[in-house]
């Protein structure tokens, strides 16, 4: 999973916003590519249409961090995700 909402050490809730990481891909806008991290073993893809809350005590460990190259791209496909006006 890729923590995908930003740090908020006042919010309400103790709850991340997460993505998450798959090895499949079916060659859509909801699926950004990024490469293989040297912290995976193949190259993968974050599905943005998977995003879901995940509380904090269930996210174990940090494995790796992502390029900041790599997170605007997957921060684009967010924002076309919950764009209404947005056409394919």
Not at 40 to 46: D, G, I, K, Q, R
Not at 54 to 82: C, N, S, T, Y
């Amino acid at each position: 999973m890729l923590v995908v909402s930003r740090r908020d050490e006042d919010a309400p809730r103790a709850l991340a916003v997460c993505a998450p990481i798959t090895t499949s891909t079916r060659d859509s806008e909801y699926e950004v590519s990024i490469g293989k991290p040297k912290f995976l073993h193949e190259p993968s893809y974050v599905n943005v249409q998977g995003m879901q809350a995940i509380q904090h005590h269930e996210l174990k460990r940090m494995i790796g961090r992502l390029p900041d190259a790599d997170l605007l791209k997957v921060k684009g496909a967010i924002e076309w995700l919950f764009d209404s006006d947005a056409k394919k």
